[in-house]
T-cell receptor, first 114, second 119 residues
Framework: NAGVTQTPKFRILKIGQSMTLQCTQD?????MYWYRQDPGMGLKLIYY???????DKGEVPNGYNVSRSTTEDFPLRLELAAPSQTSVYFC?????????????FGPGTRLTVL | AQKITQTQPGMFVQEKEAVTLDCTYD???????LFWYKQPSSGEMIFLIY??????QNATEGRYSLNFQKARKSANLVISASQLGDSAMYFC????????????????FGSGTQLTVLP
């Protein structure tokens, strides 16, 4: 199993540009998550999904959109990139959503907005 | 809101010695889970160890153990016999049941501790 994969690994955007961060998992997990990690900080939840067709906002959703058309894929869309969105983005998945269920993380996408 | 506090931005330890990384949390819920993740300089998040609020014994995973003191709301990570490869950022995180959904979806992270192992 590849686990959770993310593309691209790095990206530089200009202010106002848009892009989609891709996330795919091959573990047949129902739950998927997008986090951002600002320099020197912990991760904050942007959006999550409990299954295909169902998404919901996390702690910091402004400026982002998501969709979940399949169990495997959970892309994150930035419509109008802003310097405040410079961050490292992590996608994660889990099979269940109990307090004891580990979330498996992808390798991250480092995004810089200039 | 749930909160995780890691008060040590940076720690140094001599190779082969033990080190304790502090983590305190704030919740009034009876059911929650505590996780520790390692983030090396390459950036990936590596799961290390889990402790459930109802677990009677402290969790252990190889050289990692969790010193869980429920009354003090602390879940410190102990790394025994430190190795150079342990140099990384370490995050404490918590999951608890979301009242509206009845499930524990969100991991709340602390700000991390940068551990450096000295040769």
């Amino acid at each position: 199993n590849a686990g959770v994969t993310q593309t691209p690994k790095f990206r530089i955007l200009k202010i106002g540009q848009s892009m989609t961060l891709q996330c795919t998992q091959d573990m047949n997990h129902n739950y998927m998550y997008w986090y951002r990690q600002d320099p020197g900080m912990g991760l904050k939840l942007i959006y999550y999904s409990v299954g295909a067709g169902i998404t919901d906002k996390g702690e910091v959703p402004n400026g982002y959109n998501v969709s979940r058309s399949t169990t495997e894929d959970f892309p994150l869309r930035l419509e109008l990139a802003a310097p405040s969105q410079t961050s490292v983005y992590f996608c994660a998945s889990s099979d269940l959503a109990g307090v004891n269920n580990e979330q498996f993380f992808g390798p991250g996408t480092r995004l810089t907005v200039l | 809101a749930q909160k995780i506090t890691q008060t040590q931005p940076g720690m140094f330890v001599q190779e082969k010695e033990a080190v304790t990384l502090d983590c305190t949390y704030d919740t009034s819920d009876p059911s929650y889970g505590l996780f520790w993740y390692k983030q090396p300089s390459s950036g990936e998040m590596i799961f290390l160890i889990y402790q459930g609020s109802y677990d009677q014994q402290n969790a252990t995973e190889g050289r990692y153990s969790l010193n869980f003191q429920k009354a003090r709301k602390s879940a410190n990570l102990v790394i025994s016999a430190s190795q150079l490869g342990d140099s990384a950022m370490y995050f404490c995180a918590m999951k608890k049941i979301d009242i509206s959904s009845g499930s524990a979806r969100q991991l709340t992270f602390g700000s991390g501790t940068q551990l450096t192992v000295l040769p």
